[in-house]
């Protein structure tokens, strides 16, 4: 994990990879509630039997925007920022969703920063994300997501 005093510190790690997140397993219980709190019961997030006999691979899959969503949970275990007010989630530049990722599977965070740029009262910070799944040879997802953090 990055451990940084200040927003401000950041800026020498532009470039560089940060790390990795640890590894978590996407189940249908977390697809289900995601389900849930969207409204997208579409059925291959939700429907087991189905999915077993139409899916290739038999599994459900979970939403596109599910794995999106890992990023506030999944970045802390990255990067810290110690002496903060607050961050904010400030957008997204680019998502891809590149593999599908089933019922079951394994994924991990990996975060580049891409730059820092100086705002009143803080950085904003342009990331570049992989959401790696454990045996695949490319991401589940790509994502270039931009914070702030303010002093």
């Known amino acids: 994990m990055l451990i940084v005093e200040t927003p401000a510190a950041m800026e020498s790690y532009v470039g560089k990879s940060i790390g990795f997140s ?16 969207t409204g997208d019961h579409q059925w291959i997030h939700v429907d087991v039997e189905r999915a077993r006999k139409e899916m290739p691979g038999g599994k459900t899959l979970a939403h596109g925007y599910l794995l999106l969503s890992l990023l506030p949970r999944l970045m802390p275990e990255i990067v810290r920022i110690e002496k903060r007010s607050r961050s904010l989630n400030y957008g997204s530049n680019k998502v891809r969703y590149i593999l599908p990722v089933p019922a079951g599977a394994r994924v991990r965070l990996s975060v580049t920063l891409q730059a820092v740029d100086a705002m009143a009262g803080g950085q904003r910070f342009t990331f570049s994300t992989a959401l790696e799944m454990e045996g695949a040879d490319k991401p589940a997802m790509v994502a270039e997501v931009v914070t702030v953090s303010y002093d």
């Not at 640890?22 to 709190?37: C, P, S």
């Open 22 to 37: 640890e590894w978590l397993v996407i189940d249908q219980k977390m697809i289900d509630g995601f389900a849930d709190a």
